[in-house]
């Protein structure tokens, strides 16, 4: 089993939808990352959480570290949006990155 | 432009064969690091490199050496090209542990 779990793993919304992303994880973390890979294959980092809650523009990120669990929420979702959304988690002192599977988002006009 | 930049984008290339891919930041980062994508989109840490030190080395195959001259450029080196290493490397970097990640656009890598 994968250290960090992501679901779903296929996601298709229509336009305007509040979309949310999960992603649960099994080890001990120094942080969590969200990261956007775009259909062309470039990836950007969206969000790096230890605690709480961030907001960027229709994009929020919480994260409860008691229950090791982080949620990525997309407010009015626009194709623009459709994307494979990775977790990854970033362990101890290493600054190694453990990565999700990934969720296939689409969004339709 | 401020960036990670990795050449080539796309490589094709026969087995058996060595092959290198370059990658240069100009962020000022102190860490870098090269990430395997496979077919499956799966995304996984090959090494990371901090100020020009090897600080994390996976299990990758001997075959694979990465070289890093200055702290700016991370270099990989595959000898012996397989087709299970047909994938998408991705470099990164990083200014620390607190902070995130800026990604290179991918070098995809094709043995035949």
């Known amino acids: 089993k994968n250290e960090v779990e992501q679901s779903p793993q296929n996601l298709t919304a229509q336009e305007g939808e509040f979309i949310t992303i999960n992603c649960s994880y099994s080890?001990?973390?120094?942080?969590l990352h969200w990261l956007q890979q775009h259909p062309g294959g470039g990836i950007v980092s969206l969000f790096m959480?230890?605690?709480g809650k961030k907001k960027h523009g229709r994009l929020i990120a919480t994260i409860n570290i008691q229950e090791k669990h982080s949620s990525l929420h997309i407010t009015a979702s626009h194709p623009r949006d459709s994307a494979v959304y990775i977790c990854a988690v970033r362990r101890g002192a290493t600054n190694k990155l453990i990565f999700g599977t990934g969720t296939l988002l689409a969004v339709q006009p | 432009d401020t960036a990670v930049s990795q050449t080539p984008k796309y490589l094709v290339t026969q087995m058996g064969n060595d092959k290198s891919i370059k990658c240069e930041q100009n962020?000022?980062?102190?860490?870098m690091y090269w990430y395997k994508q496979d077919s499956k989109k799966f995304l996984k840490i090959m090494f990371s490199y901090n100020n020009k030190e090897l600080i994390i080395n996976e299990t990758v195959p001997n075959r694979f050496s990465p070289k890093s001259p200055d702290k700016a450029h991370l270099n990989l080196h595959i000898n012996s090209l397989e087709l299970g290493d047909s994938a998408v490397y991705f470099c990164?970097?990083?200014?620390?542990?607190?902070?995130?990640?800026?990604f290179g656009s991918g070098t995809r890598l094709t043995v035949v």
């Open positions: 959480l230890s605690s």
């Open positions: 962020l000022g980062h102190d860490t």
């Open positions: 990164a970097s990083s200014p620390g542990e607190s902070y995130g990640y800026t």
């Open positions: 080890v001990g973390i120094s942080a």
